[in-house]
Every structure is written in structure tokens, then in C-alpha cells.
């Protein structure tokens, strides 16, 4: 089970409810604009600060939480699971958690709601490919963040 030794910053992009996809200079923080998507996220969804995932952007964070996070707002995150997840061929994994000082927990209703919108999110682009694999737990969430830090 993670500790809070485990968390890490994650800075929100886009909102819970919201079908508007943010663009943010992952170094500066600075907003680069907006578009609207074909699926509203179902969670907070932003990234780990001072990390570099496989796409060459920072590692992709979905906030399983009920709380009202804002774009811009950066947070104190416990990583739960990977999930595997290529876009258009490159690696895109996504990292599922909640906020520090919260039940280590993620339901399966909230899993499957995550799948069901990643695989519809871009379904207005031509030509998008989306392919999502294995769930893996806390530890190789982990891992991945340790081998994504910078």
C-alpha cells in the first residue's frame, strides 16, 4: 500500500465535468489554449510535475476524487495503478490516484468509467488510435513514476 512517502505533485489541466481539454507548458505553466473534446473527463486529469513519460510529455494523471479541482491547481497525489495505454503508436500510460490524506482507493465503477473515456475522448479525430492494456497495481505505478522522474 503507498505511503505518504509516495506522493507526488500533480499540476490539474482539466476539470471533472468539463469537455474542454486544456494545453499547458509543462515547464512553465503556462495555459497554451483549449479544445473542446468529443467526452467530458470524468475526473480531474492533469500530470506529474518533474517527470518525462514515453511520449515525451510528463506521465498523465487521472485525480479519482470528488472534490472540485480547478486547472492550475497542483495537488498532493498518492498513485494507485497504471494503466497501459498506446496513442497513434507511441506510449501514453495513464496513473490513477487520489489526493494525499484520502482513501487509498479506486472502485471499479471508476476504473471502468476511466477506460470507457479514454476510449471515447477522441472519437470526433480521424484516424486516432487508442489501445489500453493491462491495469497494474500501486507498486508498478510506482516504478513507472521513479523511472519517468527528472
Same mark, same amino acid.
Given at each position: 500500500m503507498p505511503g505518504s512517502d509516495d506522493s507526488l505533485k500533480v499540476f490539474i489541466e482539466n476539470t471533472s465535468g468539463s469537455s474542454t481539454k486544456n494545453t499547458y507548458d509543462e515547464r512553465t505553466l503556462e495555459h497554451l489554449g483549449s479544445r473542446q473534446v468529443a467526452s467530458p473527463y470524468p475526473y480531474p486529469y492533469g500530470f506529474? @510535475? %518533474?517527470? @518525462?513519460?514515453?511520449?515525451?510529455? *510528463?506521465?498523465? *494523471?487521472?485525480?479519482?476524487?470528488?472534490? &472540485?479541482l480547478q486547472s492550475g491547481d497542483i495537488v498532493d497525489y498518492i498513485p494507485l495503478h497504471l494503466l497501459e495505454q498506446v496513442e497513434d503508436g /507511441?506510449?501514453? =500510460?495513464?496513473? @490513477?490516484?487520489?489526493? &494525499?490524506?484520502?482513501? %487509498? $482507493? $479506486?472502485?471499479? =465503477? &471508476? @476504473? /471502468?468509467? $476511466?477506460r470507457s473515456f479514454i476510449m471515447s475522448v477522441f472519437s470526433d479525430v480521424p484516424g486516432k488510435q487508442m489501445q489500453l492494456g493491462k491495469l497494474h497495481g500501486a507498486s508498478e505505478a510506482l516504478r513507472y513514476i521513479r523511472e519517468c522522474r527528472v
Open positions: 506529474a @510535475l %518533474n517527470t @518525462l513519460g514515453g511520449d515525451g510529455d *510528463c506521465v498523465d *494523471c487521472f485525480v479519482v476524487t470528488d472534490k &472540485a /507511441e506510449v501514453d =500510460h495513464k496513473v @490513477l490516484g487520489v489526493l &494525499a490524506g484520502t482513501p %487509498n $482507493i $479506486i472502485d471499479k =465503477h &471508476a @476504473l /471502468e468509467t $476511466i
